[in-house]
T-cell receptor, first 113, second 113 residues
Framework: DVKVTQSSRYLVKRTGEKVFLECVQD?????MFWYRQDPGLGLRLIYF???????EKGDIPEGYSVSREKKERFSLILESASTNQTSMYLC????????????FGPGTRLLVL | GNSVTQMEGPVTLSEEAFLTINCTYT??????LFWYVQYPGEGLQLLLK?????DKGSNKGFEATYRKETTSFHLEKGSVQVSDSAVYFC????????????FGKGNQVVVIP
């Protein structure tokens, strides 16, 4: 079974803190994605990566950065957390070609106080 | 650009009722279309997909047909169960060369015993 794991299910941080969200997949997928999920807004893509050290901005990259040093791991970084970044964060992965299915982790619910 | 529109609002229905969730899309070309489901406390998982016009995707009693003429991909199930309570997302593949998806806002489905 494909497994996508995220480092935390729940996280509480203070405004201005630097926050790291980690995602690991075990299927040797080339693509990895970070989304945020908010009520009434659905899923919005923050960043994605199609290879190690490669990244592309999604629809809402402002206030976020990412790191992909190894193929299996994709990190989302909030340089200085703000209250409007309180959200559910979902990581996903997929092959670059062939199957289009994205596999999702369980999500990290982040609260910024 | 490519986008997906889902019907507004949550859906509440009784067990064994017929379920329809509307999804229409705007796209250049003929993108693959997907329905993802998110059960409480979990990440998203693929429910079904269709890759070309007139294809029907099906899984777990759910069906959706790729209708090019109406640019639609409505999700249906003939007799829902309490265990079908979840959030359902329609999505389309944004571009070739990567597996980036555009998601609709999702519909909360609540099935009452």
């Amino acid at each position: 079974d494909v497994k996508v794991t995220q480092s935390s299910r729940y996280l509480v941080k203070r405004t201005g803190e630097k926050v790291f969200l980690e995602c690991v997949q075990d299927m040797d997928h080339e693509n990895m994605f970070w989304y945020r999920q908010d009520p009434g807004l659905g899923l919005r893509l923050i960043y994605f990566s199609y290879d190690v050290k490669m990244k592309e901005k999604g629809d809402i990259p402002e206030g976020y950065s990412v790191s992909r040093e190894k193929k299996e791991r994709f990190s989302l970084i909030l340089e200085s957390a703000s209250t409007n970044q309180t959200s559910m964060y979902l990581c996903a992965s997929s092959f670059l070609e062939g199957s289009e299915t994205q596999y999702f982790g369980p999500g990290t619910r982040l609260l910024v106080l | 650009g490519n986008s997906v529109t889902q019907m507004e609002g949550p859906v509440t229905l009784s067990e064994e009722a017929f379920l329809t969730i509307n999804c229409t899309y705007t796209a250049t070309g003929y993108p693959s279309l997907f329905w993802y489901v998110q059960y409480p406390g979990e990440g998203l998982q693929l429910l079904l997909k269709a890759t070309k016009a007139d294809d029907k995707g099906s899984n777990k009693g759910f069906e959706a047909t790729y209708r090019k003429e109406t640019t639609s991909f409505h999700l249906e199930k003939g007799s829902v169960q309490v265990s079908d309570s979840a959030v359902y997302f329609c999505a389309l593949r944004v571009a070739y060369g990567n597996n980036r998806l555009a998601f609709g806002k999702g519909n909360q489905v609540v099935v009452i015993p």
